[in-house]
């Protein structure tokens, strides 16, 4: 059944989920009489350093390039919505199906499963290099708390340090640290590895993400270099399911001057996410 021109709004137990109709992205979540903010999503998102200055890729012809070795460029996702209908699963739970067409982003299935959680399954493809590559959803850093999770930990990794956490149950209250300035650690934010579940504990209610699909790493906000960006200017992408992370560079090597781990990452092809979602008081 075809969905009708206004936003939607399907109810897992006490929990309603709505989304736009222009884009098929979650919109709000409402537990209760309370207003969940997670929205934005999901969203393909895939980036790379703009710049590899002193790397191979340095760009003798731009002279704005020694400032732009730290940032990251997005990929824009070209794609448009083709479709979005209403069915049911084989075990009777309705479900919420947005294909789109022309870009990365192909297919999300939402699936209510009638005790206020819901998983997502979405599929992409992408060609190209990338430093950082995966799906995406907003939600208001102020509000996050502190988070826990079962995984490795307790500190975050990137694509070159993945060696060091250790698997087991963890949990940290939010902070920000600015390297160099303060000592506030294990960090809060940042790309952690091998999350078997991990939940946001907000001002609004705790969010709990569950992977699905093995391999897949979580994102939790921006990490923060120093003051300055000297090693690396990183993107803000709210919270993310995700399959390539940044590697890092170092104080004296620059990021692709570290090693084959710390080479960008080739995509080719498609690639598939699933995981579930699940808002408490």
């Not at 996702?77 to 067409?101: M, N, R």
């Not at 709210?238 to 090597?253: E, M, Q, T, Y």
Request: charged share 25%; hydrophobic share 30%; with cysteine.
């Amino acid at each position: 059944m075809a969905v009708p021109s206004e936003n939607i709004t399907f109810k897992s137990g006490n929990v309603s989920y709505s989304f736009s109709s222009k884009d098929g992205r979650l919109t709000s979540i409402t537990n209760g009489s309370k207003a969940i903010s997670l929205s934005g999503g999901p969203r393909f998102v895939a980036l790379r350093r703009s710049d590899r200055s002193y790397d191979q890729f340095y760009n003798h012809d731009d002279k704005e390039a020694e400032k732009k070795k730290t940032q990251y460029t997005e990929y824009a996702d070209q794609g448009v919505l083709d479709k979005i209908e209403e069915t049911t699963d084989d075990a009777g739970h309705k479900q919420l199906v947005v294909s789109y067409k022309h870009g990365s982003l192909d297919m999300v299935i939402w699936t209510f499963m009638g005790d206020g959680s819901v998983t997502v399954d979405c599929e992409y493809n992408f060609g190209g290099v990338v430093d950082l590559m995966g799906i995406a959803f907003d939600y208001p850093e102020n509000k996050v708390n502190a988070k826990s999770w079962v995984g490795k930990g307790p500190y975050r990794v990137w694509q070159n340090r993945i060696q060091g956490p250790q698997y087991g149950y963890w949990q940290n209250k939010y902070n920000d640290p600015i390297p160099g300035e303060s000592w506030d650690y294990p960090e809060f934010k940042g790309y952690f590895a091998d999350v078997k579940w991990m939940r946001l504990e907000t001002q609004e209610g705790t969010i709990g993400i569950q992977p699905i699909t093995q391999g897949k790493y979580i994102g939790v906000y921006q990490p923060r270099d120093g003051r300055d960006h000297i090693l690396y200017d990183l993107p803000d992408m709210g919270i993310s399911i995700l399959d390539v992370i940044p590697a890092v560079r170092n104080k004296v090597n620059t990021t692709d001057l570290n090693g084959p781990s710390a080479q960008p990452f080739w995509a080719a092809g498609k690639q598939h996410a699933a995981f579930q979602l699940t808002i408490e008081n």
